[in-house]
């Protein structure tokens, strides 16, 4: 039992760390904060949150595992190497699909719901 509760321990420790120097971690969280609260202020359905929600967990868990694979390449590449980079490249990039996929599905829950009430103003 001990040991499971070390391992939450270190999960929110790198939860933290990801917070305290990670922009992009925060700018996500800010926007996973928004959509909850428009979730909320719009009365998005059951299937609509599970997606919101599938969404959040998504993008910040691929943030989260592109600063595990940033911190480990400045581990074992110090210096410049070109190698090293594709693969931060390629981290980041896997970021960003998951980015535009949440934008997307984002904009197709809550777009006709904010229409709809400027239509009703």
Request: charged content about 10%; some cysteine.
């Amino acid at each position: 039992m001990k040991k499971l509760i070390r391992g939450f321990g270190y999960a929110f420790k790198g939860i933290g760390y990801a917070m305290a120097t990670q922009l992009n971690f925060r700018v996500h969280l800010v926007a996973s904060l928004t959509a909850a609260v428009l979730g909320y202020a719009l009365h998005v359905s059951t299937n609509e949150w599970i997606w919101i929600i599938f969404c959040m967990a998504l993008v910040m868990s691929a943030e989260l595992m592109n600063t595990a694979i940033e911190v480990l390449v400045d581990l074992v590449s110090p210096e410049y190497n070109k190698k090293a980079g594709h693969v931060k490249d390629v981290a980041a990039g896997a970021v960003l699909v998951t980015a535009i996929f949440a934008l997307i599905t984002g904009s197709i829950i809550f777009l006709p719901k904010i229409i709809a009430l400027i239509h009703a103003a």
